[in-house]
């Protein structure tokens, strides 16, 4: 089927359209290049520069290229910036999703799956994190991502749009191929800057807050290969055939530390790579592990890469080939 990917270029993005091309479908990718990258992009998909906030490109892409169903993984998605600047998110995020719903809903796409997040369960009851746990969204970025769900539900309700919202947890890792990774400017994710000091492009790892109720007293997360990501999309889009829009979490269901992490990149690079220990930062929780029993009981969905040892052996892969990222 011929889909489309907004922001197609960026890391999830580019990892779900190689996905997509290798098992056969025609891609058209819609991204601004404002945190993705040209040469992310597999070379049999199409390509428009183009920005969500113009509805006329997105008339126009749609009217060129009619699709069976829409990836939006387009959006700005850092926690903390959307705090020093709200309206940043408030603006682009939400307006670049009415935006596209309303082309969508115009071309009678019924297909769309959202790049959700667990920045939703702010205050979770229970660990692991399932579903049902109520949504309170824990930045800006995370109600714009909440606002894109409810739209969706009314998209439902009006036009008969089915959706599945993935609301995923740390993506990471990279293509074991090396040819596609991550490579955001600035970079706030753990794995990637742990694995920078390796390179020797920083001189440590910093390490906020030692005193959490864990057992080696630093945060865990849980984190999911972005290859484990792409076959859930593909799946999700799939499913929607049935006629009924979905909600699923995505995690491999397995916690790890700050300092497990930063010990198994050691093991794996084979750098010492140094720490400094900080104060905690404001809104950290101790523990955020997905429970993803729903979507592997109605998909038939398994994690492939739920080693954190492979995870970061796939990501120290692609950066040691691409020290500067992608050339562009």
Known sequence: MRVLVTGGAGYIGS??????????DEVVVFDNLYAGHRSALHPQATFVHGDLLDIGQIKHTLDRYPVEGIFHFASHIQVGESMKNPFKYLRDNIDGMTNLLDVAAQHGINRFILSSTANLYDAPQRIPISEEEPLIP??????????????????????????????????????????????????????????????????????????YETPDGTCIRDYIHVLDLASAHILALEALADGQSRVYNLGSGTGYSVLEVVEMARKVTGHPIPVEMSPRRAGDLAVLVADSAKIKRELGWQPEYDDLQRIIETAWNWHRSHPQGYPD
């Open 15 to 24: 990892h779900v359209v190689d996905s997509l091309i290798g098992r056969g």
């Open 138 to 211: 824990g930045s800006v970025y995370g109600e714009t991502k909440l606002y894109a769900e409810h739209a969706l539900g009314w998209m439902d309700r009006i036009f008969g749009m089915k959706s599945c919202c993935l609301r995923y947890f740390n993506a990471c890792g990279a293509h074991p191929n090396g040819h596609i990774g991550e490579d955001h400017r600035p970079e706030t994710h753990l794995i990637p800057l742990v694995l920078q000091v390796a390179l020797g492009q920083r001189e440590k790892v910093q390490i906020y807050g030692t005193d």
